[in-house]
């Protein structure tokens, strides 16, 4: 049984931070998603620029930043961009980001809930856990906090992770079973 909290949680990261913040690009999740070593709370599937002589850059920092993090770590900067030196010959993958919602040091230290499978891969907690559980937290793991007022924000940044093209394939079979869309279609209006 989730409590309130998980579900706001849940609900607030639907929007974190995409890779490649457009309309244009498609962002998909699903919730408790059978991963094979167990479900993750939150998946999500979103574009990358996988080629490797592409760049992200900040043209306020004016500075290359990290294809796995293409953010310059600023709270919010509208000077990120992609850049490719051969504009129409991009390759785009599909990463997959991992979220795991921590209420408490019991909920943390129990066995259930740490199935990170993703290329990234974050726990979600409340801002005044972090300091009972951060000795804890595995390395090349993110933690991103969540604030009463319902924002989150990045506390730890985590590794970027190769998974292979068959388990991508898996989690995202799985994950059709569970998508989640903002407006639910109503399918009691179309049965006759």
């Not at 244009?24 to 699903?30: E, G, K, S, V």
């Not at 943390?108 to 937290?137: A, C, E, Q, T, W």
Request: aromatic residues 12%; contains cysteine.
């Amino acid at each position: 049984m989730e409590t309130e909290l998980t579900k706001k949680m849940k609900i607030a990261v639907r929007s974190y931070k995409p890779i490649m913040s457009s309309n244009m690009r498609t962002i998909r999740w699903a919730e408790e998603v059978n991963v094979g070593t167990g479900y993750v709370d939150s998946i999500r599937f979103e574009h990358y620029v996988k080629n490797i002589d592409d760049v992200y850059e900040c043209r306020k920092k004016n500075t290359k930043i990290d294809i796995s993090k293409p953010l310059c770590g600023r709270k919010s900067c509208n000077g990120c961009v992609y850049k490719s030196s051969k504009l129409h010959e991009r390759e785009l993958g599909i990463m997959a980001t991992c979220f795991e919602m921590k209420i408490t040091k019991s909920d943390f230290k129990s066995k259930n809930g740490h199935n990170f499978v993703g290329n990234r891969n974050y726990y979600v907690m409340p801002k005044n856990l972090y300091p009972k559980v951060k000795d804890l937290i595995e390395e090349g793991v993110g933690v991103i906090l969540y604030y009463d007022n319902g924002t989150l924000r990045l506390k730890k940044e985590c590794e970027f992770r190769e998974i292979s093209q068959e388990n991508l394939s898996v989690y995202l079979f799985n994950a059709l079973k569970k998508w989640c869309d903002l407006t639910p279609f109503n399918y009691e209006k179309y049965v006759y």
